[in-house]
């Protein structure tokens, strides 16, 4: 998919650029593009370390399942084919607290074994259970509670408050959520 | 807000404690996986960049913009943040690389650089994750995913604009 999207970018700039004529900013901006990335990862790059060291502390410390055992009363209720106890559950609440946490890295392995648990309940079917839709849908969803990435970036380009969007991130990201998890039931057939 | 970083900090750091982690080792080892997630990140990250300015400076993006500015208006969106809106599901590096783009050309903390910087952090890579997770399991049908995903990523971009307006405004 992206090796499209890049390649139709860069075509469609060259060519854009040239007929309109807008051919030397075009080359100043792969210049300057370069620069800006690298220049960008590296104020980037402590908040990234110090962030990841913090999370590592909370992760071995036990935080996603303490997390986990406060969230098991909702996703007991969305998820009512999947037993209390059982692997599957166990694994989603691990993946949903991990992705709280903004630990995407360990929400993704929590997450695939989730589908693999929730496809033997659906017999292997090639076809989604209701389950797994519900499941997809809330990690196409950002639940995350610190927007780390976004903060940085904030900061790195001046901001004077560069976490002053939290209650609008959670507030978007609730709303989000709800519309996405409302349709994967309605829609059920 | 301004004391939320440090305050999660120091309650991880207390949580660490009671539960006898080795604070400093941990996070070393944490830190650790950080570089290489960077290292990791940074091809991506140079490429799309560059891929994206050069999009923004043949005028291409300005088109585009001009285009739905009747529509976004009409709307109360800001313009600017259009092209994010559209890539944010389809490519992660993408839309960082619009992000930047928009705090560069109004600063973080404009209107638009506010919104966009809510809808990046309340919004994910649907795409990619319904690729992950049903090619995990080779399920082929999806059945009312990506309708449901996609419609909370449109929730996403909406309740950004009107929460900045409401409470960063």
Same mark, same amino acid.
């Given at each position: 998919?992206?090796?499209?999207?890049?390649?139709?970018?860069?075509?469609?700039?060259?060519?854009?650029?040239?007929?309109? $004529?807008?051919?030397?900013?075009?080359?100043?901006?792969? @210049? &300057?593009?370069?620069?800006?990335?690298?220049?960008?990862?590296?104020?980037?790059?402590?908040?990234?370390?110090?962030?990841?060291?913090?999370?590592?502390?909370?992760?071995?410390?036990?935080?996603?399942?303490?997390?986990? /055992?406060?969230?098991?009363?909702?996703?007991?209720?969305?998820?009512?084919?999947?037993?209390?106890?059982? /692997?599957?559950?166990?694994? @989603?609440?691990?993946?949903?607290?991990?992705?709280?946490?903004?630990?995407?890295?360990?929400?993704?392995?929590?997450?695939?074994?989730?589908?693999?648990?929730?496809?033997?309940?659906?017999?292997?079917?090639?076809?989604?259970?209701?389950?797994?839709?519900?499941?997809?849908?809330?990690?196409?969803?950002?639940?995350?509670?610190?927007?780390?990435?976004?903060?940085?970036?904030?900061?790195?380009?001046?901001?004077?408050?560069?976490?002053?969007?939290?209650?609008?991130?959670?507030?978007?990201?609730?709303?989000?959520?709800?519309?996405?998890?409302?349709?994967?039931?309605?829609?059920?057939? | 807000?301004?004391?939320?970083?440090?305050?999660?900090?120091?309650?991880?750091?207390?949580?660490?404690?009671? /539960?006898?982690?080795?604070?400093?080792?941990?996070?070393?080892?944490?830190?650790?996986?950080?570089?290489?997630?960077?290292?990791? @990140?940074?091809?991506? @990250?140079?490429?799309?960049?560059?891929?994206?300015?050069?999009?923004?400076?043949?005028g291409f993006t300005d088109m585009i913009c001009q285009t739905v500015t009747p529509l976004a208006d009409w709307l109360g969106f800001p313009k600017e943040i259009v092209p994010m809106v559209l890539l944010r599901p389809i490519? $992660?590096?993408?839309s960082?690389?619009l992000?930047?783009?928009i705090?560069?050309?109004f600063?973080? &903390?404009?209107f638009a650089?506010?919104v966009a910087?809510v809808l990046?952090?309340?919004t994910?890579?649907?795409?990619?994750?319904?690729?992950?997770?049903?090619?995990?399991?080779?399920?082929?049908?999806?059945?009312?995913?990506?309708?449901?995903?996609l419609s909370?990523d449109l929730t996403a971009a909406i309740t950004a604009v009107l929460?900045v307006r409401?409470?960063?405004?």
């Open positions: 998919m992206l090796n499209y999207i890049f390649g139709a970018i860069i075509i469609l700039s060259v060519v854009f650029g040239i007929v309109t $004529g807008n051919g030397s900013r075009l080359a100043d901006s792969v @210049i &300057d593009g370069a620069k800006e990335s690298v220049s960008l990862l590296t104020t980037m790059a402590g908040m990234m370390l110090l962030w990841s060291g913090i999370m590592e502390i909370a992760s071995r410390g036990g935080f996603t399942k303490v997390i986990g /055992k406060a969230l098991s009363p909702v996703l007991n209720k969305l998820f009512k084919n999947v037993k209390k106890d059982s /692997k599957a559950l166990n694994y @989603i609440s691990m993946n949903v607290s991990a992705n709280l946490l903004g630990l995407g890295n360990a929400a993704t392995p929590f997450g695939l074994s989730a589908m693999s648990e929730l496809h033997k309940l659906n017999n292997n079917d090639e076809k989604a259970s209701d389950d797994m839709v519900t499941f997809v849908v809330m990690n196409t969803a950002s639940i995350q509670i610190m927007p780390t990435m976004v903060g940085t970036l904030r900061q790195s380009y001046g901001s004077a408050a560069p976490f002053d969007i939290l209650p609008c991130v959670w507030i978007s990201s609730a709303c989000a959520l709800a519309v996405g998890l409302t349709l994967s039931k309605l829609l059920r057939r | 807000m301004e004391f939320i970083m440090p305050l999660f900090i120091a309650v991880v750091a207390v949580f660490g404690l009671i /539960k006898k982690v080795p604070l400093f080792d941990a996070f070393v080892a944490g830190a650790k996986d950080g570089i290489r997630i960077l290292v990791k @990140i940074a091809p991506t @990250i140079v490429g799309l960049i560059v891929a994206v300015d050069m999009l923004k400076a043949s490519s $992660g590096g993408g960082t690389a992000l930047t783009n705090y560069k050309d600063g973080p &903390d404009s650089g506010k910087s990046a952090g309340s994910e890579t649907t795409f990619y994750a319904i690729a992950v997770y049903f090619g995990s399991v080779k399920v082929k049908k999806t059945r009312h995913t990506l309708i449901a995903a909370a929460s409401l409470f960063l405004n």
